[in-house]
């Protein structure tokens, strides 16, 4: 039984991020393709004699019984009906509150990390139970890649692989709360037609035309509010971007570019203007898996 793992927790992106109507349990009806990037936090995770402990150099990032990766602990402890304790330990990378998964991925990240440590058996499907349980977010990251996410995003199904290597991502430096950007969002109900766009996209043109069809119905809520991000998207189209959206609930604008060196003039311009900025590319779901354990 190893004493302690490391894993990796990587961020992502929605290329589309479709909002159909309100649910009853008071979510949304979601159509979204999820896409895990190479930026990642590190979790390391010790086990211990005690309780669940939770560390991060964040300062953000609640390092209590509200934490995700705290609750990840707790509710596979009592999936499991057993009594363990481990410290886990969290280098954050990803921006906290910007529309790229960081919690969910942490929780995500937690629970495969948890399950090898305390040598727990559970099939895939009580995993991803446990991970819907957490966050809508937080089932895609147990398998990572490009995903079709329906219901309120937690139904998560393989697609074909997207790959795309110039990818820049950036943030103005606030949060959006994810609840106030729905409620604020004024369209909740799309026809059939528009609601299968993306989809229909894969069938005639392949998946590698998404990026530049991509949308994100939450933009224009989010955006009348925020302003700033709107700026972002517009200099990212101005420094050579052949599409800039925002991903997820926002902050965090992306950008896709066609070239390494206007992907780094980019990045360096943006950060020149105060901005946090980061060059990424796509992982595909085979280098998912073969490098979230180190």
Aim: with cysteine; hydrophobic share 45%; glycine share 8%.
């Amino acid at each position: 039984m190893p004493s302690s793992i490391h894993i990796r927790s990587y961020a992502k992106i929605n290329w589309t991020l479709e909002v159909l109507s309100r649910r009853e349990d008071g979510y949304h009806e979601l159509r979204t393709i999820y896409q895990t990037v190479s930026l990642y936090d590190e979790l390391r995770i010790t086990a211990t004699d005690g309780s669940i402990e939770i560390v991060c150099n964040d300062p953000r990032v609640p390092c209590d019984e509200t934490n995700l990766a705290f609750k990840a602990a707790a509710q596979l402890l009592q999936a499991a009906g057993i009594s363990k304790g481990a410290r886990i330990e969290t280098e954050k990378r990803i921006p906290v509150a910007a529309g790229l998964g960081g919690g969910s991925s942490n929780a995500a990240a937690a629970l495969l990390a948890l399950v090898k440590l305390w040598e727990i058996e559970i099939d895939e499907r009580e995993l991803a139970g446990i991970a819907a349980a957490l966050g809508s977010d937080v089932p895609f990251f147990l398998i990572g890649g490009t995903a079709l996410g329906v219901g309120r995003g937690e139904e998560v199904s393989s697609i074909e692989q997207l790959h795309c290597e110039q990818l820049l991502l950036v943030n103005p430096g606030f949060a959006v709360s994810t609840r106030e950007a729905y409620e604020k969002l004024s369209r909740l109900t799309r026809s059939e037609a528009a609601f299968n766009i993306p989809l229909a996209l894969l069938a005639a043109k392949g998946i590698s035309g998404l990026p530049l069809v991509a949308r994100n119905d939450l933009e224009d809520a989010v955006l009348a509010d925020h302003p700033e991000i709107a700026e972002v998207k517009r200099r990212l189209s101005s420094l050579g971007a052949i599409h800039a959206q925002m991903s997820g609930s926002g902050a965090t604008v992306f950008g896709v570019f066609d070239n390494t060196q206007m992907t780094e003039l980019a990045e360096a311009e943006m950060r020149s203007l105060g901005y946090w900025a980061q060059r990424v590319r796509t992982i595909d779901r085979q280098e998912y898996q073969a490098t979230i354990l180190r």
